[in-house]
């Protein structure tokens, strides 16, 4: 932590600051220069945020030094996690898991229908949502248990394993149960009470990137997760808000070597949220895959004008088919599989 | 709804989207310009936004006509509606209602000292956290249910209701017992397993403004809350996330008259978070009230060097008083009191 | 400068920063922490913002500690600056100036009908744009040089001074022999050769934030202007682009004491632009001036139904009389006069 | 162009809109809904643009149905555009053009040095600038007139054409003279005199996104070269402006995708102005070019700690040749060549 004091600050407030920390075991280097005395304390900077030093007498500006996140630091853990989701599946690795899927559930034939041909272009994972999170309380929330069934039963019949959206900690028992990854969605990313439930799963947790997240805030969240004991966490680039309406959100393509860069946990995206319109969907994820993601989770759906929720971003299966052909040789170029 | 084609769109495409809006119920209205074929599409949207039309073939862009929000709109309700806290507090009247307390409650002794200072000074509402969202799963997370106990003894004591955040759909029974005003915050705006809970209440909910989310979205969050049968939403404008890293938000104070435009329901204004500095504080605080906010919500602290959250947005008492005083006749050249 | 080295960082490394900063006349300080070593450099930080330190080998992340700007500062002039404009008109003293006028200058009967009720409802200056900055080529581009000595001859005829834009730097010599105040738009914020060529002159620069500058950069733009010689700017705030679309920007009302308090230059607000919609500008005016802004722009049109520009945002003559009656109040209420 | 009334708008209010229309020679459809009702006014939008129908008695809202720029939409050209910039390098077919040199013209030795490095890992055009629009007046401002001789003597013995910014309208013809592609920085993108000027060259200009500009906005500015009659404009992604700050900008993949479906022109991508650190640019060069980018333009430099700007984002001639290595493939994946 560096404490920059005013240009006027009396040796009396810099007496007061130095106390105050040395009593919370810090060490502090002052050093005064032309125009401003700086204070540098050393030690763990947790116990510093407790106190609000910018209140602190002729204090102008208050710098943290270190990253507030520990365990999903690189620094706690060199190498890249690996998570396991099923017997064959793994999130991490050589190889860019591909999950899809329609948006909602909206009955067993169809989630079958388009599982299968999901399964036949290559996507190993199955994504379907039971509690729907939407903006307006008179649009379409999703099957919900009823949802869930559906997608166990489709699971086991196509052998994929599967994501789904949990919203509420009173349900994270009940869809730990029927699902394989449980998804922590865009808007409950700074739902701490959420978060700290299913860090006491043991499931994978699908942790997507809020709205307006910094990317130091999506981590923070995903220590919550980990902090609880739950280290599956695989986090999910899905675009950002800005002024920019071209499209649903921008899709911050940096997040993916800049997670990559700071902590140790894979990080897949989801070019259908970030696009909202499927004619862009490949041009992202494509970008993705070139830009070192661990994964991709793809809207797709059979019949999109039927689609229950944002068949609009939705690809049909044969257009599945060909991006996930392209992938593999876009993979290969940066020495992975897909 | 509003349907643009694209330039080569067929007499089949038109068809199809007619036919299917006829099927909703809805009459279609065909105009061919020169470079565009449009179509109006008359009748309730809401059938219409459960299809996603964007996918029809020839659909170049969908625009909907109409606001998404039905109970909060002032379409619903001309009059601006009043929220009655308890006996001597309404929020909405001609009165301008001012809450204030600490960010979070930290021990009885001080809750009381800080109450006290804020009653005096003119505050009718008190607040303190007992439940606080923190960034950082190890950060002071609040006192909980003890921290609830403190607050009902202390608005007992000073005769002041109160005003508390519910961050979890389980303890709205127990907030709802101990606090007169449940605060939904900012990262909870759009969790709307929350909302249903509060809805379901008949207290007065604070619905804050989440970060990044726009006054249409806001409105249709406090409408979930009107769907479930509780009308008594006050919404709350603590700023916006922007590229504006000089206060901790950017405090939209365009929302006021925006919200009085479109809806029916009070709206307050927390200077303290969208400035994140004291100092900063006394001016927004102002630029609410000549604005039209029909309340505040200020932090305050009677030691900011020893708060346990937010010191150094918290106002002292004394500047409190100062403060309220001006805005007493700022009011009034605003045709209101306080 | 704080420079923050890597964990791995070693002795080398430190050494090597070191004997650069020495060279450039910088005192370094070194502190290890458990974590992390920090050097700080004391003096001054333009020399260190020539060189690169982020590349050399071990660096984590640097963090100036001063701010880049001297002339604008409050630590270079402690007092507020006042901008004489003409024989009776200041900006930055205890009275809040309002300037008036229509977006663009279209006929000489026009700007004088406009220009006499401005004057009659308070204005003091009358606003009137001759070179417009239009997102499309296809728009009226302003009158040029006819619209500047309209804008002479109606100035003259009403005794009021007036603010038009410049655009370009070669229209510099002539805008200034047509108008006491030139104005910098929100676009050319960051064009610094027009900043340069302003400054060469004696004249008052209105200059605007640009529609996504930080404070800072708006600071340090001005910081152009001082640096060739010319104190006369002042600052005004006109919304900033956000994700927001209710407004056509996001007023920043925060940057009013901001500015105030890093600054000794005077601000002014824009609400019109920010507004977008007359029937916000009103609230937009009131809020600024209970925040401490030292004068208005505001757009009116006698006529807006026939405005070559912005007319949705342009006040009728009564309208704008009735909010300069109600600012009065406002402004005495924060020890102002209008 | 679409009129949406307010509720209560009345018969008289239609009239005076269709009236209004009908003069300027468009034809109005009129849709009555239950709730609103709705003007369509077919024919050329610019006529309406000019009217500020918004101030309309009864007027709710404006909705325009057709893009407002022409010349740069796929409607009025299908083909992408290819802009020849030498006899051998061309930008916008199937080879992906690599634009590579230092931020800044420093000295003729160090561009040759860089030149001849870049030219050895595969670029084919030189940047480097004389004009250095820089946020801080004490900021090296480049070399100027200087530098321009230097790159115009370096191009001759390196046999590659290049690419540096002109900032000042008055300097377009010796900049032209100079260079083989003028840039119009991000500052300048709305610079419409400069636009204008660069207009009137037959000189491929490459036109940056403005950090905050909507893609329709940027889009907006290409029309004003291609209007004044040089349709040789290649637009630049390098990343716009948002919350979050790991990176200098926030790389706004989409605009790749989203350009190509709305105009012919191509589009290269500045990864080192978005990224803002060289560890960051080979991933967002790879995914640009897996998203579909005609061309890549990135700051290289072989003393990074001595550049005289932006050094903390250059790429060593080694890393660059690596990364040219692997854009390659990525490349053959989508169809391209490098």
Redo the contacts between chains.
């Keep these: 932590m560096?404490i920059?004091l005013r240009?006027g600050a009396t040796q009396a407030d810099v007496d007061h600051i130095v106390e105050r920390a040395q009593k919370l075991g810090l060490?502090p280097?002052i050093?005064?220069?032309?125009?401003?005395t700086?204070i540098?304390l050393?030690?763990p900077e947790?116990a510093l945020?407790?106190?609000?030093l910018?209140?602190?007498p002729g204090v102008e500006?208050v710098?943290p030094?270190?990253a507030?996140?520990r365990l999903v630091s690189r620094?706690f853990k060199k190498e890249d996690s690996e998570i396991a989701i099923s017997a064959n599946v793994t999130v991490g690795g050589k190889k860019i898991t591909v999950i899809a899927g329609p948006c909602a559930i909206e009955s067993e034939e169809r989630l079958l229908e388009i599982g299968e041909k999901a399964k036949a272009a290559g996507a190993t994972v199955l994504r379907g949502g039971a509690f729907k999170?939407?903006?307006?309380?008179?649009?379409?929330q999703g099957l919900g248990e009823k949802g869930l069934e559906i997608l166990k039963r489709v699971s086991a019949q196509l052998g994929m394993p599967t994501v789904t959206e949990v919203?509420?900690?009173?349900d994270v028992g009940l869809v730990a149960r029927c699902a394989d990854i449980l998804q922590i969605g865009a808007?409950?990313m700074?739902?701490?009470?959420l978060l700290?439930e299913v860090g006491q799963t043991k499931k994978p947790i699908l942790l997507k990137r809020g709205?307006?997240a910094?990317?130091?805030?999506w981590l923070?969240s995903a220590?919550?997760i980990l902090?609880e004991g739950n280290h599956n966490v695989i986090l999910c680039e899905r675009g950002?808000?800005?002024?920019?309406?071209?499209?649903r959100n921008?899709?911050?393509?940096?997040?993916?070597?800049?997670v990559k860069?700071l902590a140790h946990l894979p990080i897949i995206a989801d070019p259908s949220h970030?696009?909202g319109?499927?004619?862009?969907v490949p041009?992202?994820a494509?970008?993705?895959?070139?830009?070192?993601c661990d994964g991709l989770i793809i809207e797709t759906h059979t019949r999109?004008?039927e689609?229950?929720s944002?068949?609009?971003q939705?690809l049909l299966p044969e257009k599945l088919t060909e991006l996930l052909r392209?992938l593999k040789?876009?993979a290969?170029?940066?020495g992975r599989e897909l």
Excluded: C, W
Excluded at 31 to 36: A, L, M, N, Y
Excluded at 214 to 217: L, N, Q, R, V, Y
Excluded at 250 to 258: E, G, K, L
Excluded at 277 to 280: A, D, I, L, N
């Design positions: 560096i920059v240009p060490k280097h050093s005064k220069g032309t125009q401003r700086i540098g050393i030690g947790d945020r407790a106190i609000p910018e209140v602190f500006n710098i030094v270190l507030p996140y620094e999170p939407r903006t307006s309380p008179y649009d379409f919203m509420d900690p009173r808007r409950n700074q739902n701490f009470n700290k709205m307006s910094t990317i130091k805030e923070m220590e919550y902090a950002i808000r800005t002024f920019e309406t071209a499209t921008t899709f911050d393509i940096s997040a993916i070597p800049v860069h970030a696009a319109k499927y004619s862009y041009a992202l494509k970008a993705a895959v070139a830009a070192g999109p004008e689609a229950a944002d068949g609009a939705s392209e040789t876009i290969a170029a940066v």
